[in-house]
């Protein structure tokens, strides 16, 4: 059961898949433009034989849908064209921009799961007391408060005032990067062994995961909150308490598991607009990311990057949106059959 | 010493409404004593106390005590100990009372472990005998099935079988029965006979529906508006019946009651906690009302042995109940000389 609910998730996220390739396709084709002039410098794409054998050395000259088929085999390949602006094929920009900001994404999640999740459990236990409407304030404020101003704050406050963490860029000036192997430097440089490398690419990477996490953490406080209290009227936590387990089994293995759906529903769009955030976080912490990257990118209308972003972020997005699904069908056996 | 006793209890919400006054009851061990009374009478709020549980925001004041220890002075702790354990609990209805998330090992097992300190593969062993203790087909694989899996009957025979985990000397069944289907009802009514004659344990047994209880209890209660009306056996109780509310309930139950047939109501509405009228809470709907019932709550007061009923009036006090005048009638002409 569990398989076959496994394979029809991972069916219709393949589909999606395509479809978003099939969109990013069609804007290229549109977008004003030759991509075979786009991949030749100024002197020869004024020469229309070289432009000729150009266009069809990649199927240029093919009708749209053969050309489609040739996209997705190049997909395939990893050959997501040039950029304008580096000069550098866009896959090894991605490679290299992609796991600063995953890091960044994948430690800012963690951290509003742990405390947005975590906070929100207090809350329902405190329901209108006092801690229940501190939190409150928290919740409203994570949700509501521009990410750009928390971040400027973040930096005043924790880099200007007192020199807690640094302000920008993932390492000391003068260190070196560990040797890739996740290019997430906090991994690499475990791996490597190193330290002193590994505390300086944490105490980097704190103030903007902390910043970026700040709306999930607000949106988890609130969704746990209202979701434990919900479950909390059941008459099967009445049946746990019956059975004389101790609180902490109550309210951990029957009520959070019972309040955890609503919970991952909201997992997947607070996910969504982290990483819409990030390209702000990145900017304000010098943060050399995707976000960054893209805003560099698009400001130059660098079409290939452009397009190599928006399938980067779909297929994280893709990704994440499939992992949802398993802690549904993990969390929840009925979910299961569907 | 009886193993629960409830003494003199009274529960109050904040802003003075009370859900239960002065109510007494005691339970033996290896009895069924049964509560009943029309919804909102206050049976389960009374039974609940006896695991230690007030309704939010309420107090308690008089006793609980379970085997002597007082349940409404322990600890969260000292609760623990006993719920589960000396005193289990069925739910109403089997579709809300079991996690629909957690597995029916789990479910089983979690308490066992706690109480008794069983590992994994023990627990799980006892699990499934316990599943066939209540006649759950197929015991093995239904331990890692989750709920949705079961029909409603099936899924209160597992619930019974978890009440059953830790040998309970008192079982807690909350109109067990009522969300079921009445050919169910009857398999599970059958289920608990069996298991109080094969494990002894005590059974408080709640239902509003007196037919079902002339079958189940040894003795009863009958409780409205949160107070104790009538209690006695239950050949006292339903068949010398004192207390006008009683009689009432027998009048109401449809001819030839078979098991789980609906109660017709009885001729206006049940007081709650909201709106309780004064003096006895019957007296708007009650035949015999007098103006003194208006004003006074009648006091409980021992009719016979062990027979108590709440009523001023007492109108069948007089007479002698429809059994002893049947057998008079019959008697009689046949032969004077016996009858005297
Ligand atoms: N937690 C609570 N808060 C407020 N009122 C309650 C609570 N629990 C029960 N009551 C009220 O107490 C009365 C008795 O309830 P209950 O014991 O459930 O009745 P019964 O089981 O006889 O139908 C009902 O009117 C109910 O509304
Ligand atoms: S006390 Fe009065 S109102 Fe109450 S049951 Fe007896 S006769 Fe009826
Ligand atoms: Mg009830």
């Given at each position: ?338 | ?331 009689t002409p046949k032969d004077p000389r016996v009858a005297s």
């Amino acid at each position: 059961m569990l398989f076959r609910f496994i394979l029809s998730r991972l069916g219709s996220a393949a589909i999606l898949a395509v479809g978003i390739i099939l969109v990013s396709f069609v804007l290229t084709a549109l977008l004003p433009g030759d991509a075979a002039t786009s991949r030749l410098g100024e002197r020869a794409a004024g020469n229309p034989e070289i432009v000729a054998a150009v266009r069809a050395r990649y199927g240029l000259d093919q009708p749209l849908y053969v050309q489609f088929f040739i996209y997705l085999g190049n997909l395939l390949r990893g050959d997501l064209g040039t950029s304008i602006r580096t000069q550098k094929p866009v896959l090894s920009d991605l490679a290299q921009f992609g796991p600063a900001s995953a890091e960044l994404a994948i430690v800012a999640t963690i951290v509003a799961v742990i405390v947005g999740v975590g906070l929100g459990i207090v809350a329902s236990l405190r329901a209108n007391g006092l801690v229940d409407q501190a939190l409150r304030v928290v919740s409203l404020g994570g949700v509501s408060i521009p990410i750009f101003w928390l971040a400027l704050i973040a930096v005043y406050v924790f880099s200007t005032l007192n020199r807690v963490f640094p302000s920008s860029g993932r390492l000391n000036p003068g260190q070196t990067p560990p040797s890739q192997v996740t290019g997430m430097y906090t991994l690499d440089s475990l791996l490597a062994g190193d330290l002193t490398l590994f505390a300086s690419a944490i105490s980097h990477l704190i103030l903007p995961a902390l910043v970026l996490s700040a709306p999930m953490i607000g949106l988890l406080l609130r969704f746990t909150r209202s979701s434990m209290l919900e479950v909390l009227g059941n008459e099967y936590v009445r049946a746990a308490e019956a059975k004389g387990l101790p609180r902490h089994t109550v309210i951990l293995r029957h009520v959070l598991r019972g309040a955890l759906v609503p919970v991952i529903t909201v997992l997947g769009t607070a996910f969504a607009s982290l990483l819409a955030g990030t390209v702000l976080v990145e900017q304000i912490f010098g943060w050399p990311g995707i976000g960054a990257y893209a805003f560099r990118s698009a400001s130059n209308l660098d079409l290939p990057a452009i397009v190599g972003v928006t399938l980067f972020v779909a297929i994280v997005y893709i990704t994440v949106n499939l992992i949802v699904d398993f802690l549904y069908g993990i969390i929840d056996p009925r979910i299961r059959r569907a | 010493m009886s193993l629960l006793e409830v003494d003199n209890l009274s529960i109050h919400l904040r802003g003075g409404r009370t859900l239960v006054e002065s109510v007494s009851l005691t339970v033996n061990a290896g009895e069924i004593v049964g509560i009943a009374g029309e919804s909102g009478s206050g049976k389960t709020v009374t039974a609940m106390t006896s695991l230690g549980f007030l309704p939010a925001g309420a107090t308690a004041t008089g006793e609980v005590r379970i085997d002597g220890a007082d349940m409404l002075s322990m600890r969260p702790k000292q609760l623990q100990a006993v719920r589960g354990s000396d005193v289990a609990m069925v739910f109403q209805d089997p579709m809300t009372s079991l996690h629909p998330m957690l597995n029916i090992g789990t479910q089983l097992t979690e308490h066992l472990r706690v109480h008794q300190g069983l590992k994994r593969k023990q627990a799980w062993a006892r699990a499934a005998e316990l599943l066939e203790l209540v006649r759950l087909p197929d015991p093995h694989s239904a331990l890692s099935a989750f709920p949705h899996r079961f029909s409603g009957g099936m899924r209160q025979r597992i619930a019974i079988a978890m009440a059953l985990a830790c040998g309970p000397k008192l079982l807690i069944a909350d109109e067990i029965t009522t969300a079921l289907d009445v050919t169910v009802q009857a398999g599970i009514l059958d289920l608990l006979d069996r298991l109080r004659r094969e494990t002894g344990m005590a059974v408080v047994f709640i239902t509003h529906d007196l037919a079902v209880m002339n079958v189940v209890a040894d003795r009863l209660y009958v409780m409205y508006g949160g107070r104790m009306a009538e209690n006695g056996s239950i050949s006292q109780v339903l068949n010398s019946t004192r207390h006008p509310y009683t009689r009432a309930l027998i009048d109401a139950l449809p001819e030839g009651a078979a098991l789980g047939k609906a109660l017709v109501p009885i001729p206006g509405e049940a007081a709650t906690p909201d709106r309780r009228p004064s003096g006895c809470a019957f007296h708007p709907r009650c035949v015999f009302a007098v103006d003194s019932c208006r004003a006074d709550v009648p006091r409980l007061r021992e009719l016979e042995d062990g027979h108590l009923a709440a009523c001023a009036v007492d109108p069948f006090g007089a007479l002698p109940d429809r059994a002893q005048l049947l057998d008079i009638a019959l008697a009689t002409p046949k032969d004077p000389r016996v009858a005297s």
